[in-house]
């Protein structure tokens, strides 16, 4: 699945082996993981191809147009990766592609033609056994209806963005201090706090998403700036020089590091100083001299 793989605080991330943004070409396996990253129960897909072929099995013209024309269309242009590999390419969409398949009315259709199953029962108990027998389906083909929130706060954001955008609030000398975070406090921080400016921009921060750090060439820190920050936020230690540069040059006041990145011997060679602690993340302040 696309979004099966989860971070140690249970958030979900993309690390799809054999994937590669920019310029490269993206692997098979991307196309793969975003279907059934998408689909996520395999019995609500069979639901949803077993409502098409009963519709092509009838005769009402509008259905077909509606429903059944479309997918097959959409199924030979963009859920095919043949076709769909050179544009994602041109277009840089790998971080959204997977929003195309909102296109595809499953739980519309389903829905339709369930209820059209129910009206066709003649008596009330034939109909309450039908209904009964669709809402059974339909809660299989879905996760939990309930869902525990493990946040306390009323944000419902994980308590360690609080904890950094207080820490950060304490620490700066200006309005819209400037930070650089890994994707996890990136995607987070600015909902809480829109004073906070980033200086790691979507681009660079989702160039690398689809891999493991380990997969990425090292040498590829040199190919430009804006690769080199997106390898240093996925956990990589890029040349402290190139580094210490981007941090000057885009006046960076704050550097959150993950504790799961960086070694001590490592983080010596870089112009930061030491200010704080939360769950799993360290605070530096970045010098400006």
Not at 96 to 105: D, E, I, K, M, V
Not at 145 to 167: A, G, R
Not at 193 to 216: F, H, K, L, S
């Amino acid at each position: 699945m696309c979004y099966a793989v989860y971070s140690d605080r249970g958030d979900p991330v993309f690390a799809v082996e054999g994937v590669r943004m920019g310029n490269e070409s993206i692997g098979l396996e991307f196309f793969h993981s975003i279907f059934w990253g998408h689909w996520g129960e395999t019995l609500y897909l069979v639901l949803y191809l077993g409502c098409l072929l009963y519709l092509t099995t009838q005769q009402s013209r509008l259905m077909k147009q509606i429903f059944v024309w479309p997918t097959v269309i959409l199924l030979f242009t963009i859920y095919n990766p043949f076709v769909m590999k050179p544009v994602l390419g041109i277009l840089g969409w790998e971080d959204r592609y997977s929003r195309f398949y909102w296109l595809l009315p499953a739980a519309f259709l389903c829905a339709y033609l369930f209820s059209q199953l129910v009206d066709r029962m003649q008596s009330v108990e034939e109909k309450v056994v039908v209904g009964l027998l669709v809402v059974c389906i339909l809660l299989l083909c879905t996760n939990s209806p309930v869902k525990v929130i493990p946040d306390e706060n009323i944000y419902k954001i994980p308590d360690y963005v609080l904890e950094i955008s207080e820490m950060i609030g304490q620490n700066k000398d200006r309005e819209n201090p400037v930070i650089i975070a890994d994707q996890e406090v990136y995607s987070r921080i600015r909902q809480y706090d829109p004073r906070v400016t980033e200086a790691v921009n979507n681009n660079e921060m989702t160039m690398y998403v689809w891999q493991e750090a380990g997969d990425i060439p090292l040498e590829n820190q040199y190919t430009d700036e804006g690769t080199a920050i997106a390898m240093f936020v996925k956990g990589i230690e890029v040349d402290a020089d190139i580094v210490n540069t981007i941090f000057q040059g885009r006046d960076v006041d704050f550097f959150v590091r993950n504790t799961a990145y960086y070694t001590d011997e490592y983080l010596q060679q870089l112009d930061i100083a030491y200010i704080g602690q939360v769950d799993g993340y360290e605070l530096y302040r970045c010098s400006h001299e």
